[in-house]
């Protein structure tokens, strides 16, 4: 096997999914112009971070000043519907969404990367520079993963891989080797609508834009203060999240559940008793989803999240 092979090997056998190399070229112009376009348009919301750093986003040989590929990994977060049990349904609950059921993918990425570094150095001699970014810096992360043959991105504007489906998570090492480069798979969504047709709130609008500010995944995660009372209706008894543009797509209605087994999955998560979170301390907060990407919200943003469930369940909102 040359070096490229032997590092999918590896990746694998740390337990990602799948994984693809591209080099450090600029993502396409087409894309370029979609992201540069979606963020004139407002569509980004609060997500001031999007507008940052732009020309490191659209050219990853930017990020430092010897990287040559890019190696990226994905990580199938599926479930089977009957392993996610909802709890106390005599009490007023909120959804959670799958990938928040997990623990914190974050850490638990970034270990497996940089134990793939430590195997790439074993080919480097010493001279090895890289980079692991897994949500932690300015990269068009599903454009690469685009060219390194992972899926496409669908209506839904999701990473799909026609096996594995949506349910993705994603990590990059930048590295100064000179790998041998993936093709990209040639797939679209073809006629399917299914994830626009479902969207509760318009988000994904029918001119397949975007549009964060509506995303209930996005109002109960990155918005901060207040939600607008029509958008807040439209949440419903979602308390952390949405993913019915996931749920409906074809491609993940045939994908198999995750296998990684060290990947730590609760349950009992899937959906939350909403008087126990208005109720909660800091302290109790920080014990019950320390090792949680709900932790990332607080428990303000939490607990406001919880008043909408509520009030929607009870018709005062």
């Known amino acids: 096997m040359n070096l490229s092979q032997n590092i999918k090997q590896k ?21 370029a112009q979609i992201l540069k376009e979606w963020l004139q348009s407002g569509y980004a919301g609060q997500m001031e971070y999007m507008h940052r750093n732009l020309s490191k ?33 005599d009490k007023p609950t909120g959804r959670v969404v799958t990938y928040a059921q997990y623990e914190d993918y974050h850490p638990f990425i970034k270990a497996r990367l940089f134990k793939l570094v430590d195997f790439l150095n074993t080919f480097a001699g010493g001279d090895l520079k890289f980079k ?49 480069p993936d093709e990209s798979i040639i797939d679209d969504c073809a006629d399917c609508k299914k994830c626009i047709e479902v969207c509760p709130t318009g988000a994904l609008r029918l001119d397949g834009q975007f549009d964060a500010g509506r995303c209930i995944n996005y109002l109960t995660i990155e918005h901060k203060g207040p939600i607008p009372p029509k958008l807040a209706k ?17 491609y993940q209605r045939k994908a198999p559940p995750g296998m990684n087994k060290e990947f730590k999955f609760y349950c009992d998560r899937a959906e939350l008793r909403l008087r126990k979170i208005l109720d909660m301390s800091s302290e109790s907060f920080d014990a019950e989803f320390g090792d949680s990407v ?7 943003g939490l607990k406001r999240n919880a008043h909408i469930c509520l009030d929607n369940m009870t018709g005062h909102g």
């Open 132 to 180: 692991v970014c897994v949500d932690s810096a300015p990269v068009a992360e599903r454009a690469l993963a685009v060219r390194a043959g992972l899926g496409f991105i669908g209506k839904n504007h999701m990473l799909i891989n026609p096996k594995l489906g949506c349910r993705m998570f994603l990590g990059e090492i930048i590295t100064n080797l000179d790998l041998s």
């Open 57 to 89: 986003r659209l050219n990853p040989a930017k990020l430092f000043k010897h990287a040559r590929s890019v190696i990226v990994v994905g990580l199938n977060f599926s479930r089977l519907e009957k392993e996610q049990k909802p709890v106390h349904k």
């Open 234 to 250: 439209k949440i419903s008894d979602r308390l952390f999240g949405c993913e019915e543009c996931i749920r409906v797509c074809p």
């Open 11 to 31: 990746a694998i056998e740390l337990g990602f999914d799948l994984v693809g190399i591209t080099d450090v070229s600029p993502i396409s112009s087409e894309q």
């Open 294 to 300: 709900i932790k990332r919200l607080g428990l303000e």
